[in-house]
């Protein structure tokens, strides 16, 4: 990760205080606490001011700790500030039997995700931890950043919707943020977005074969799916810049999307795939 040297306020502190790392973990196991420091990082990555992708309490970020449990911001926490108490750690298994225990009241929900805890003294995590569990369950993902960027929500917001999100613009949005979003209508955050997405997601493993890179939620936001953290954020940094020129090409006529064809070539060349790899590493 390059900290960006002109970040100004308190985040680009932060960015100087923590390192972060350029391993690939499904080759070389972290420790939870190394994990925990580099969402800490990721987090502050993305509420940097500067790039718009989060205001206040908006957004929520996740890891796989590599032992049965993740970490996931907690109720409450700002991205551009948070430190380790703003995240919770709390175990799959819970998850899991918690979004199988049928329709649940607000209360049940809330007391749910207090038994989920690894420490029970830890703080209520993210009303969108099941979002998150079921993003990090598929494979090669192990990183989630979720953000409102106003670029991309100017685009869901819109009459449009997702739809441009499945055309394509220029090669490296295709290398990072793949040929095919998942799309999920607009659902309140919360366990009946997640049932929504859960459908989504297994008829889209089913359709692709592998994982997609980003899920835009109609009216709501983006969800980036890494297998490092560095990708979390490259995805998130793509789709945005995406979304800018995208909205500047309604300035000179409209978009002229890449022709299909191009963007299998793009999609399938080994330089890409490389170059892919690369980034993902980084
Ligand atoms: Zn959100």
Redesign the pocket.
């Known amino acids: 990760m390059r900290a960006n040297p002109s970040g100004t306020g308190p985040t680009s502190k932060c960015i100087i205080n923590h390192n972060f790392s350029d391993k690939d973990h499904t080759k070389e196991p972290m420790d939870a606490n190394a994990i925990l420091q580099e969402l800490i990082t990721l987090s502050h990555e993305l509420a940097r001011e500067s790039r718009h992708l989060v205001i206040l309490g908006?957004?929520?970020t996740s890891a796989d700790a590599g032992d049965g449990t993740f970490w996931v911001k907690a109720s409450g926490s700002q991205l551009g500030n948070i430190a380790e108490n703003g995240f919770s750690r709390v175990s799959y298994e819970a998850v899991k039997s918690l979004m199988a225990s049928g329709p649940l009241s607000e209360e049940q929900v809330e007391a749910g995700l207090m038994e989920a805890l690894v420490d029970k003294t830890q703080r209520k995590p993210s009303v969108?931890t099941f979002l998150h569990y079921l993003c990090l369950q598929q494979p090669d993902v192990k990183w989630i950043g979720?953000?409102?960027p106003v670029s991309v929500l100017q685009i869901l917001c819109s009459k449009l919707g997702a739809e441009p999100f499945s055309r394509h613009l220029f090669p490296d949005e295709i290398v990072m943020c793949g040929t095919a979003p998942l799309v999920v209508p607009f659902v309140a955050?919360g366990l009946a977005l997640a049932e929504a997405i859960q459908d989504r997601l297994a008829k889209y493993q089913d359709q692709y074969g592998h994982s997609p890179k980003m899920i835009l939620?109609g009216n709501?936001?983006l969800v980036a799916l890494g297998k490092t953290s560095v990708e979390a954020l490259n995805i998130t940094l793509m789709a945005d810049k995406f979304a800018r020129i995208l909205l500047g090409t309604y300035a000179l006529g409209g978009p002229n999307y890449l022709p299909p064809e191009d963007v299998e070539r793009i999609d399938n060349r080994l330089d890409e795939n490389y170059r892919r790899r690369l980034l993902a590493a980084k």
């Open positions: 908006e957004g929520n969108e979720h953000t409102h955050p939620m709501h936001g």
